[in-house]
Structure formats: C-alpha cells, structure tokens
C-alpha cells in the first residue's frame, strides 16, 4: 500500500510536471512584442503623386485592408493583455486539484492491479485490465478543466470534447499501472512457486521420515524384544531393567527428533549411546562401536536418525562371528561425521535395497543442502556426513 501511494505520487508529479513548475517558481507574463517601427517616407511630394494615380477601386481596396490589418492588431492586443489563467489564485488551486486527481486515479488503477484478493483466479490480470480500462472513460469525464475565463470544470461541462492533453494523461497512467501490475503478477507467481516448492520439500521430507521410522520401527522392534527375551531367559533381571530403559531413551528419540528436521550432534549422540548398548547386548561382544567425535562439533546440526541407518547397514551386509568381529568406528574430520567399517561379507549375500543410504541421502540434500559422501576401498566402507554449522 504504501509503494502503491508512493507510485502515484510520483506519476502525478510526472504527468503534470509543467503545472508543478509553475505552481513552485510562480507566473512569469512575458512581455509584448515591441511594435515594428515606422517608416517615414522622405519625399511627401512623389507619394502625394501616386496617391493620386490610384484609381477609385484602388483606394477602396487599400482602405479595406487597412481596416483588417487595425482589426488585427486590436485583437492581438487584447490577447497580449489578456491574464493567464494558471497566474490567479483560481489557477493554483486548479494545479492542486489536477495534482490530486491524477494521483487518486494513479493509486485506483495500482490497487486494482496489484491487490491480492482472487490472485489464483485464471484470467485474473485479463481481468484487472478490463477493470481499469471500464473505469477510463468515466474517469475521463470528471477530470478538472481550467477555462481561459479561469473557471474550473470538469471535462463533461466543456460539451464533451476530446482533450488531447487529458487523454495523454490517463493513457500513460493506464500504462504504467498495466505494467506494474504484470511486474507484480510475475513477482507473485515466483513467491507463490517458491511457497509451494517449500510445501512439497516439507512433505517430502515429513513423509521420508515416516518412511525412515517405519523402516527402524518393525525390524528394530523384534530383535530388541529378542534380545530382551534372552535376558529374562539368562535371569539377569538388572540387565534387562537396563536394556528396557535404553530401548525406552531409544524409541523415545526416534518418535520426538523424527518431528524435526535438524538435530545436534550431542543429541544424535546420546541417541547412539543407547542404540550401542542394544546392539553389542544382541550380539554380546561381538560387535564394537567406536565413537570419538570431538565435542567442539556439539552444537553442530544434521538430519535425526543419521548415523544409526549407516550402524544397520554394516550390521546387515557384514559377517559379525566371535573369530571376526565387527568394528565400526565414528570420528569427526573437520566438519563431517565419518563412520567406516571394514568389509567382512555374508556367506549368504543379503541383497541390498538402498533404501537406507538413499532416503539419508535425499535427506541431507534437502535438509542441509550438501551431499553424503561414500567411499569404499582397501576392503574399508566409508561414509562422510556433512555437519552446519549451528542456526540458533
């Protein structure tokens, strides 16, 4: 609203911009033409002679241009002496109204190509054209007129005659808001875009956490109660009080953080803390997890539930024997996270379905904007996890 006003301004100054200089310097007449000197005829006697050769019509004829040219000269008198109409106090006050009035039909035409009520209607810049140029011809009609008598008016009382300068007027204001408004549709279009791009990334990402959690939430489940059933089997009641509130710390992460989109690295590694003690009890001893992430990397952010699909898939697709356990080692190298474990293949080959890298993947992309990094060699398989710096 208030560039809109701004705007108007603006142009009204510009269409009248000659009145705006008058109205500020103030009237300046011009003075009247001096008259053209007289030419004294130096021998009387020789025009005295060819007066008298005139015949009678030529002497009527040389008085009735005479008469026309005194004629002449009175009218252009009266027009030098005539006031101008804009120097009076009438014609100030008319610079003023005209000011005003092409203002107001400046910000009329800009609110209605620029307002957002029914936006997303088709057709809807069509539409406000059509509305500003229905309002053009009654507009036309009420715009003020200054009369040589120094009269205001409006167009409608001078007997409807075509004003070329008003017609100018409004048709550079019908352009300028017509192409304003274009430049404000574009404008709202690409905001609207960018919003709903936002929308789809947000329910991309709320639905690949779902699809994450319900990936952890079945399989996790039964081997923890397998492993709990194991416990209470074996008596080792306190073991099992402990396993039970570690799963408990554990599910209660992945409902809470899977709401969010970032979480820190402290908090990611609590988590891990208790997702660690369940699976070295499932496989008892079996399975080490090395964890030394430097604590200056606390406050940094990443995506919840990023380093336990990493855990599960090595866990999956490795061999895990008391003559070959698995190591899975955590570190931090400048901003990333990297977990590697050396490669000890199944005798049985479990087929990969990607799921779990890529849904991290396409997470981090979406969330942090950078890429996860997997590397393999020397029978090592690695992966980096890009780390931002804290938001808050």
């Not at 007066?51 to 005479?66: A, G, M, Y």
């Not at 875009?193 to 947000?202: A, P, Q, V, Y």
């Not at 009641?237 to 979480?263: C, F, H, P, Q, W």
Request: net charge neutral; hydrophobic share 40%.
């Amino acid at each position: 609203m208030a560039i809109n006003i701004l705007i108007s301004i603006v142009i009204s100054m510009v269409l009248n911009f000659a009145y705006f200089v008058f109205l500020m310097v103030g009237p300046n007449r011009e003075p009247a033409p001096k008259e053209p000197p007289r030419v004294e005829v130096e021998n009387k006697a020789e025009a005295k002679k060819v007066v008298e050769k005139l015949t009678e019509v030529e002497v009527d004829s040389l008085k009735s241009r005479l008469i026309i040219r005194e004629e002449n000269l009175v009218k252009q008198s009266a027009q030098r002496n005539q006031p101008n109409p804009l120097a009076s106090s009438t014609g100030t006050l008319f610079i003023i109204l005209d000011l005003f009035f092409y203002a107001a039909v400046s910000m009329a035409f800009l609110s209605i190509m620029t307002s957002p009520r029914h936006w997303k209607r088709r057709n809807r810049y069509g539409r406000r054209v059509a509305a500003c140029i229905i309002l053009l011809l009654p507009i036309y009609f009420l715009a003020p007129q200054l009369t040589w008598r120094g009269e205001i008016v409006t167009t409608a009382h001078v007997l409807f005659r075509l004003n070329a300068l008003t017609i100018l007027k409004l048709a550079t204001t019908f352009i300028i808001a017509i192409l304003y408004g274009k430049i404000y549709e574009l404008l709202y279009t690409k905001q609207s875009i960018e919003m709903e791009n936002e929308m789809l990334k947000n329910e991309n990402l709320t639905w690949q956490y779902n699809t994450l959690i319900n990936q952890v939430n079945p399989h996790f489940l039964f081997n923890s109660l397998n492993s709990l059933s194991m416990l209470v089997r074996e008596e080792k009641s306190e073991d099992a009080l402990t396993y039970i509130s570690r799963m408990s710390d554990t599910y209660r992460y992945i409902i809470e953080e899977g709401k969010v989109e970032r979480t820190t690295v402290a908090d990611e590694l609590r988590f891990l803390e208790a997702y660690r003690y369940l699976l070295e009890v499932r496989y008892a001893g079996k399975l080490h997890i090395n964890v030394e992430v430097d604590h200056a990397y606390d406050d940094y952010e990443l995506p919840p539930l990023s380093i336990q699909p990493l855990i599960e898939n090595a866990v999956k697709h490795n061999a895990i024997t008391s003559s070959k356990p698995l190591n899975i080692d955590i570190h931090t190298e400048g901003d990333y996270i990297v977990v590697s474990n050396p490669i000890h293949p199944k005798l049985q080959k479990e087929e990969s379905t990607g799921i779990g890298l890529g849904n991290l993947s396409s997470r981090y992309e979406l969330v942090i904007g950078r890429k996860v990094e997997v590397e393999c060699d020397n029978n090592i398989f690695r992966v980096r996890l890009p780390l931002n710096r804290p938001t808050r």
